[in-house]
């Protein structure tokens, strides 16, 4: 039962266009959203988070939202450049007394020159 | 600077010989995880630790045993391993897992082949 799910498997953008990615889940108890970005033979990097209580948050180039009702987060990257192209995680933690961490599946992200 | 790592970064091994896959961080950090990559299933957590002594099983945590002695160190320990436990593993740390600053960082991974 995946409770955080990224159903598009990959995406590709050309670059200097906005790139979506998408992450739904099923758990409303949810209180705090992150994303991260993975290059080949990397570990996964922090990329920007949100908590439950807001519905936006921008770091430079990269905006996540946040539509508790629908269950729905999105990552928004513009303009997309090269250097976006890797693999994008959503992660959630079901509350904040808990140190779980739940993690989607992936999006590939090919940002085109 | 700042890291996790990971020791060793790629390892092939046979069924039912003990192994440890070492994980340290140098950022003081409280609370460090594993996880496994699997295709089609994204990271899932094996195993966390709060603080020293202080361990508990995340979502996937058979067939694994993990120890927190010191706080920079959080060992990853296959008793017997399996063809199932093939994957690439992450170790992370992060400065809390409540409020406030939780975002965690990673080692570089293991790749893990049991035959």
């Known amino acids: 039962d995946q409770q955080v799910k990224q159903n598009s498997p990959s995406l590709s953008v050309q670059e200097g266009r906005i790139s979506i990615l998408n992450c739904d889940y099923t758990n409303s108890m949810f209180d705090y959203f992150l994303w991260y970005k993975k290059y080949p033979a990397e570990g996964p990097t922090f990329l920007i988070s949100i908590s439950s209580i807001k519905d936006k948050n921008e770091d430079g180039r990269f905006t996540v939202f946040l539509n508790k009702s629908a269950k729905h987060l999105s990552l928004h990257i513009v303009p997309s450049q090269p250097g976006d192209s890797a693999v994008y995680f959503c992660a959630a933690r079901p509350d904040s007394g808990t140190y779980k961490y739940i993690f989607g599946t992936g999006t590939r992200l090919k940002v085109l020159a | 600077e700042a890291q996790v790592t990971q020791n060793p970064r790629y390892l092939i091994t046979v069924t039912g010989k003990k192994l440890t896959v070492t994980c340290s961080q140098n950022m003081n950090h409280e609370y460090m995880s594993w996880y496994r990559q699997d295709p089609g299933l994204g990271l899932r957590q094996i195993y966390y630790s709060m603080n020293v002594e202080a361990t508990d099983k995340g979502d996937v945590p058979e067939g694994y045993k993990v120890s927190r002695k010191e706080k920079r160190n959080f060992p990853l320990i296959l008793e017997s391993p399996s063809p199932n436990q093939t994957s690439l593993y992450f170790c992370?740390?992060?400065?809390?897992?409540?409020?406030?600053?939780?975002?965690?960082?990673f080692g570089q991974g293991t790749r893990l082949t049991v035959v």
């Open positions: 992370a740390s992060s400065l809390s897992a409540g409020t406030g600053n939780t975002e965690a960082f």
